[in-house]
């Protein structure tokens, strides 16, 4: 079965506090897609980043960064020096080849509240 | 540049009540279209999604349906809602099906009263 557990539903922390966020998934392909996306309080989603299952080099793109590991089935997601504007629920998702073309599976969120 | 609109923002209809959200895409061709729900406090659930004109592929048996009759035109569509319909709509639009980002629109929160 094809899963995404994002096991932290809140995560509250205090400006400048290094936090990350996990996401572990579930598949049987070889060939998938992972992806993050920010929902601010105004409520439109926003891609952050995507990986492919053959690539398990590490991101950072400014203060976020991304560790993929295949080996523990993980995409987690750092945020260095966090700050008020980062607030929001952070979705990881996984994108696989099913019948009729590749399907995109959601977790359900971690909720980050960065406190001033 | 690509843009997605989705209207209304908000809508509070009572129960039993027809429903028609509209979702358009600007800047690009061809797009694969979703449409989530997103109860409150919870994750996204995939509700539709179309590859192509008057192509439906529908993910859970339910109270709604979806139409595409032009290549960047997407609607959500019940003829009657039920108070379990409340929720917040979003549209989506990615360039491959599953392969690149999809990029969402602002949502509708509906409410049924």
């Known amino acids: 079965a094809q899963k995404v557990t994002q096991a932290q539903t809140e995560i509250s922390v205090v400006e400048k506090e290094d936090v990350t966020l996990d996401c572990v998934y579930e598949t049987r392909d070889t060939t998938y897609y992972l992806f993050w996306y920010k929902q601010p309080p105004s409520g439109e989603l926003v891609f952050l980043i995507r990986?492919?299952?053959?690539?398990?080099q590490n991101e950072i793109s400014g203060r976020y960064s991304w560790n993929f590991q295949k080996s523990t089935s993980s995409f987690n997601f750092t945020i260095t020096a966090s700050q008020v504007v980062d607030s929001a629920v952070y979705f990881c998702?996984?994108?696989?080849?099913?019948?009729?073309?590749?399907?995109?599976?959601f977790g359900a969120g971690t909720r980050l509240f960065v406190k001033a | 540049s690509q843009t997605i609109h989705q209207w209304p923002a908000t809508l509070v209809q009572p129960v039993g009540s027809p429903l028609s959200l509209e979702c358009t895409v600007e800047?690009?061709?061809?797009?694969?279209l979703y449409w989530y729900r997103q109860a409150a406090g919870r994750g996204l659930q995939l509700l539709f999604y179309?590859?192509?004109?008057?192509?439906i592929s529908s993910e859970v048996p339910q109270n709604l349906s979806a139409s595409r009759p032009q290549d960047r035109q997407f609607i959500l569509s019940s003829k009657k809602l039920l108070l379990s319909d409340s929720g917040f709509y979003l549209c989506?639009?990615?360039?491959?099906?599953?392969?690149?980002?999809?990029?969402f629109g602002d949502g509708t929160r509906l409410s049924i009263l």
């Open positions: 998702a996984l994108s696989r080849l099913a019948t009729g073309g590749f399907k995109t599976i």
């Open positions: 800047g690009t061709s061809n797009p694969n």
């Open positions: 179309s590859v192509g004109i008057g192509q």
């Open positions: 990986r492919n299952s053959f690539d398990e």
């Open positions: 989506a639009w990615s360039a491959g099906q599953g392969t690149q980002p999809q990029h």
